[in-house]
């Protein structure tokens, strides 16, 4: 198993799926500490959600985290933490000028991803987490975007059209691609725990809007304003995906349809589904031109996470950091 490298750490997810990427050396003594970078402590609840929040993702892919694995999954995302705080701590020292708009900007887009303000605050309420907190949260991850590309990334060289070729032709037999379709869905949850009549109210609900979406109307309004997941902002876009990436009943039910076709009402773990297949491709084997793109934006990721690195390798010389 092989959990998101440090670039993504240093992307500040963790604020944008809803839990602390570091906790200030004001934190309440009552909570313990997992780890201390020079005298900052990581709270144990904020590793405990990270990694709670990171089994939980997997299983929305149909991805089952074992328990012989979760030790080291923990350890894992403590190093990301602890890499993420350094970063942080550094950022502080350089001119960034005023984010308070990028943090703005950020908590209106994830606000977006729940639907509604009341679902938000729902989420909010569920996890614990204080509205001020996530805000200073997106700014410590916006801070460390901002550090980054000013004074880490702006040095990188770019990528060259030789380059491009050559890592193509390098990896060409690795391009085939089987069957993928693109779909969008409207879901309307019923958890593993919900009661019968939650889940009787939550079928009633999805299928009045299958109804709908069979009489005509625009499927991608239909998601934005019903869907209860973060792609309800996309109109329910999940892009596209092949067989082994979805949960089974979930890709079973997609696989299964026509380009334009809608499906019946789909149960998985999460709830009920209407989905929209919006195209197929068939397997072929990608070429240059589909995959330039992406073979660009893998090299200069590429880069970034070098120079990610090496800028980690250098403060951990000189930080003090204790695993608690």
Same mark, same amino acid.
């Given at each position: ?7 993504? @750490?240093?992307? @500040? ?10 906790? !200030?050396? @004001?934190?309440?003594?009552k909570e313990g500490f997992a780890a201390k970078v020079n005298g900052v402590g990581i709270k144990k609840t904020t590793l405990d959600a990270a990694v709670n929040n990171f089994i939980e993702n997997q299983k929305m892919f149909g991805t089952a985290v074992k328990e012989e694995e979760k030790d080291k999954l923990r350890k894992d995302i403590l190093n990301e933490l602890v890499s993420a705080e350094l970063l942080y701590q550094e950022s502080q020292k350089a001119s960034l000028g005023d984010l308070s708009k990028d943090v703005d900007s950020q908590l209106g887009n994830i606000k977006k991803g729940f639907g509604s303000d009341q679902e938000f605050q729902k989420v909010l309420k ?42 193509? &032709?390098?990896?060409?037999?690795? +391009?085939?691609?089987?069957? #993928? ?5 409207? +879901? ?9 009549? &939650? ?7 999805? #299928? ?40 089974? !009943? ?12 809608? !499906? ?25 031109? #589909?995959? !330039? ?18 800028? +980690?390798? @250098? ?6 950091? #204790?695993?608690?």
């Amino acid at each position: 198993m092989r959990i998101r490298n440090i670039w993504f @750490a240093a992307a @500040a997810f963790i604020a944008i799926v809803l839990f602390s990427i570091v906790s !200030s050396d @004001a934190a309440s003594q009552k909570e313990g500490f997992a780890a201390k970078v020079n005298g900052v402590g990581i709270k144990k609840t904020t590793l405990d959600a990270a990694v709670n929040n990171f089994i939980e993702n997997q299983k929305m892919f149909g991805t089952a985290v074992k328990e012989e694995e979760k030790d080291k999954l923990r350890k894992d995302i403590l190093n990301e933490l602890v890499s993420a705080e350094l970063l942080y701590q550094e950022s502080q020292k350089a001119s960034l000028g005023d984010l308070s708009k990028d943090v703005d900007s950020q908590l209106g887009n994830i606000k977006k991803g729940f639907g509604s303000d009341q679902e938000f605050q729902k989420v909010l309420k569920e996890r614990g987490i204080e509205l001020k907190d996530l805000k200073e949260d997106i700014k410590k991850g916006i801070s460390i975007n901002a550090y980054l590309e000013k004074n880490v990334f702006s040095k990188l060289s770019p990528v060259t059209e030789d380059e491009k070729k050559q890592e193509y &032709e390098a990896n060409k037999d690795k +391009l085939d691609v089987p069957d #993928e379709v693109k779909a969008s869905h409207v +879901l309307i949850k019923a958890g593993e725990k919900a009661t019968p009549e &939650e889940k009787q109210k939550a079928k009633e609900k999805i #299928e009045a809007l299958r109804t709908r979406a069979m009489s005509g109307e625009d499927f991608a309004k239909l998601a934005k304003e019903n869907s209860e997941d973060g792609s309800a902002s996309n109109g329910g876009d999940l892009g596209y995906f092949r067989k082994g990436q979805m949960v089974k !009943s979930f890709e079973d039910a997609a696989f299964g349809l026509e380009k334009d076709q809608i !499906s019946p009402v789909v149960e998985t773990q999460f709830g009920y589904h209407v989905i929209k297949v919006t195209d197929k491709k068939a397997a072929h084997t990608l070429t240059y031109e #589909e995959v !330039s793109k992406d073979i660009e934006k893998f090299l200069i990721d590429k880069r970034k996470r070098d120079e990610v690195n090496k800028t +980690l390798d @250098a403060l951990k010389k000189n930080a003090k950091i #204790e695993i608690i």
